[in-house]
Nanobody, 115 residues
Framework: QVTLVESGGDLVQPGGSLRLSCAAS????????AGWFRQAPGKPRELVAA???????NYVDSVKGRFTISKDNAKNTLYLQMNALRPEDTAVYYC?????????WGQGTQVTVSS
């Protein structure tokens, strides 16, 4: 069993930046799937960014060039650097990991982009 705890969500103005962190209770080396999801009110949850065990990354088109996913295996932590934030980025952000599917989820952290 793995516990994930997200942090870093906040209220930020458009154009601002935030870095989300996801601390795992155990090693994340074993997980082939690691990613950040988000869910805005009234909308389905979407995969924002993913990183494989080898370090290859994928992003949803709407965040390409603005968001960067990374991980620190020594600290068992997953990160999401978010720059040039837009109001449409407002959502609850969740991290998730798993061997081949996303089996373990964090509780979520709120990101609000508003002036």
């Amino acid at each position: 069993q793995v516990t994930l705890v997200e942090s870093g969500g906040d209220l930020v103005q458009p154009g601002g930046s935030l870095r989300l962190s996801c601390a795992a209770s155990g090693t994340i080396l074993m997980f082939n799937a690691a990613g950040w999801f988000r869910q805005a009110p009234g909308k389905p949850r979407e995969l924002v960014a993913a990183i494989s065990s080898s370090g290859s990354t994928n992003y949803v088109d709407s965040v390409k060039g603005r968001f960067t996913i990374s991980k620190d295996n020594a600290k068992n932590t997953l990160y999401l650097q978010m720059n040039a934030l837009r109001p449409e980025d407002t959502a609850v952000y969740y991290c998730a990991v798993g061997i081949y599917e996303y089996d373990y989820w964090g509780q979520g952290t709120q990101v609000t982009v508003s002036s």
